[in-house]
């Protein structure tokens, strides 16, 4: 008979933000969340800076002028992990039964200073699994946002597969996406902000590009989810008639696609909704007998991946004792390094014996 493996619901949540009200943002997405537990689904994605809000205000306001009128209420109403905040939006993926993965703006505790563009993974007993802070803000998101690092470009295991993310921008980069399928991706969530003015609404034709493209390299399932650009955001963001006649409406495009980069719930556009599908991973059988680009559709003796995964800290602390240690273990790793060399050279000239030597007195400094 063999294995079987699972066949589940999933939703992408098409919605317009509460602007800058972090708690008003966290009611309605824990309202949704609900909603879409109760309709069986078990992964939930949410789009980009859902809490409080994308910092759409630069399609209105020089940048000078938006970061004087919004910046401050932006930062006061970020998220902190752990907080009250995903605490209760915690509880709400717990009573739903599903894992969620939510775009917000994130503060490090304790700190007054810079913001990142984050995405957070709930698991379905309403713990934090973790967050990845988008490596590279895009244009005007450098304003309000710092750049991400290497700690956070993981897979989560769960009962339904490895759950991986990346926000907007992020799903054109083939290294980060590379990353994610090589660690076992099979449940891709793409999180987008709304693309709502005259000047950037050609943004959806390249939301549209980038999630099949991801869906069809790795064949994996891609749960796709935009903000929407509605009445609050508007009276909020556009105080003359002339910032009004900008926006279009709308400006977001949500749905799930297969492995074979096909619409498998959605698409829908410029409306609040959730989108539902039903993932049966048994298709990436099938898909992958012709490209298995983590397997046998490459060459990794030629090409492969270096990932620093590692999150760089502000300050170390470092006593006389550490370093001398620190010191030892760089001395060990270029010994080792030298030998490997000499052994796989065949060095007869009595190298390899000296460097040996040489390691075992440096090891026996422990």
Sequence with gaps: ??????????????AEPVVLDREASVEKACRLIEEAGANGAKIIAFPEGFIPGHPEWFN??????????FYRQFFKNSVEVPSPATEQLGQAAKKADAHVAIGISERVPGSMGSLYNSLLFLDEHGKVMGVHRKLVPTLTERLVWGPGDGGSL???????????????GENTNSLARFTLLAQGEKVHTAHWPSYPTKHNRAGLDGVDIRIKYHAYEGKVFVISSSAIFGPDSLDKLCDTEDKRR?????????????????Y??????????IVYADVDLERMIDAKTLHDVVGHYNRFDILSILYRRRTPKPIVYVDEEDEGRRSADVLASEIRSLLRKAESSGDDSGNVTELQSMLSGVSSQD
């Design 154 to 168: 993981r897979v989560y295991p769960t009962k339904w597969g490895g759950l991986g993310g990346l926000l907007c």
């Design 246 to 262: 900008l926006v279009l409406g709308g400006g977001g495009i949500s749905g799930i696609i297969d492995p074979y980069g096909r």
């Design 1 to 14: 008979m063999g294995d079987e493996y699972p066949k589940f619901k999933v939703a992408a949540v098409q």
């Design 60 to 69: 209105f306001y020089p940048a000078a002028e938006a970061l004087t009128r």
């Design 264 to 273: 498998i719930g959605g698409p829908l556009r410029d409306e609040e909704g």
